[in-house]
């Protein structure tokens, strides 16, 4: 018997919510900073880099695989999007989740030479920092 699909995309959602919720948790607690942030990434807690992680947290030790597993899982996609060169700066994921957040992986970043960062993931969600933009990036 073929599992269920929507059983699996339900399982993505709550997933993908968790986590959502627990980032609206940390960046809206003024008394917490970036450099205190933490992500699991392929079952192994990431701590931010406490020397590059001022505006937004920046996790070292993730490859390209588990930060694309990590975008999918938080996306709540079971497959990566399609994706967009952007001529001149490098790769961009789009996705909306459920909730009609936006969420983007993208290979560059205007800090990428001064925090290192290889990936940035964007998320744009009213409920995080007054409807502002923030940003997750790995190295």
């Known amino acids: 018997m ?41 079952g192994r807690t990431l701590k931010a880099d406490q020397t590059v992680s001022v505006g937004a947290p920046v996790f070292p030790g993730a490859s390209t695989p588990e930060v694309m597993g990590y975008y999918k899982e938080f996306a709540g996609m079971d ?19 459920p909730d009609g957040s936006k969420v983007n992986l993208r290979s560059f970043s205007s800090s990428a030479q001064q925090a290192g960062a290889v990936w940035t993931i964007e998320i744009r969600h009213p409920l995080i920092s007054n409807n502002g933009i923030v940003e997750i990036k790995f190295k």
């Open 2 to 42: 073929k599992p269920d699909p929507r059983v699996a995309q339900a399982e993505r959602t709550r997933v993908s919510d968790a986590e959502m919720t627990r980032l609206e948790g940390l960046f809206n607690t003024s008394s917490i900073h970036p450099r205190d942030f933490d992500v699991v990434v392929n």
């Open 79 to 97: 497959a990566m999007p399609t994706v967009k060169a952007i001529p001149g700066k490098g790769n961009v994921y789009v996705a909306t989740r």
